[in-house]
């Protein structure tokens, strides 16, 4: 798996301009679940696909064991049919960022990224910047938002298809956040499992 590091040029005042994101090197056929947390850590090191040993393998992996599936690398992932992602490209300058940054993001790069897989089955937008790009993204398609407004610990028990898609609302399964928060933990481990489940199922 390769990556993708560049400088954006959009003017975003909310986040630092070094960009990245996954290249996939297999057949993007095969992927039926796309996971998409919130946005690259501030060490490149602990990105998706970059190392075994990184901050956002680490807890990926727990959060699958949590769910009662044994992964022990990014290829294991991929032999499920799982491509991992950030709904923003850079890493942000605070805690939050703009609705206008994760617009702007989801439309230049996250959009082109989805749609090079053909035959995905389930999103699972795991926390809130997630959700919001993924709506911004599936609106502009259909005309309407896959994923309705709400408290997330609510909306996460619902059904939300569209066009052939599941879309799961959850948490970030990375950053610090995994490991003190022990209620949203059980609840990424659910809906992995809902996830799994479903994907058997169709």
């Known amino acids: ?16 301009r070094g960009m990245i994101f996954p290249k996939p090197d297999f057949d993007p056929r095969n992927i039926r679940i796309v996971m998409i ?41 991929t032999r499920m049919g799982i491509y991992l992602t950030t709904a923003i490209k850079c890493s942000k300058t605070g805690y939050l960022v703009s609705a206008k ?13 989805l749609d090079q897989f053909p035959d995905i089955h389930i999103i699972m937008c795991m926390g809130d ?3 919001k790009a993924v709506n911004y993204i599936y609106k502009e398609k259909y005309g309407k938002n896959p994923i309705p407004a709400g408290s997330t610990y609510k909306i996460r028990k619902q059904e ?27 609840m990424i481990a659910e809906d992995i499992r809902t996830a799994l489940s479903y994907l058997k199922a169709h």
């Open 129 to 131: 910047f997630a959700i």
């Open 160 to 186: 939300h298809i569209q066009n052939g898609i599941c879309f799961l609302p959850s948490y970030t399964h990375t950053g610090d956040s995994f490991n003190i928060e022990k209620v949203k933990r059980q």
């Open 101 to 113: 940054t994760i617009r702007e993001c989801a439309s230049r790069f996250l959009k082109p990224e």
């Open 37 to 77: 947390s919130e946005c690259p850590p501030a060490n490149r090191s602990d990105y998706f696909y970059e190392s075994g040993s990184g901050a956002f393998f680490q807890t990926t992996q727990t959060a699958f064991r949590d769910a009662g599936a044994v992964i022990e690398s990014y290829e294991d992932l």
């Open 1 to 16: 798996m390769g990556i993708n590091t560049f400088t954006c040029d959009y003017p975003c005042t909310d986040v630092y």
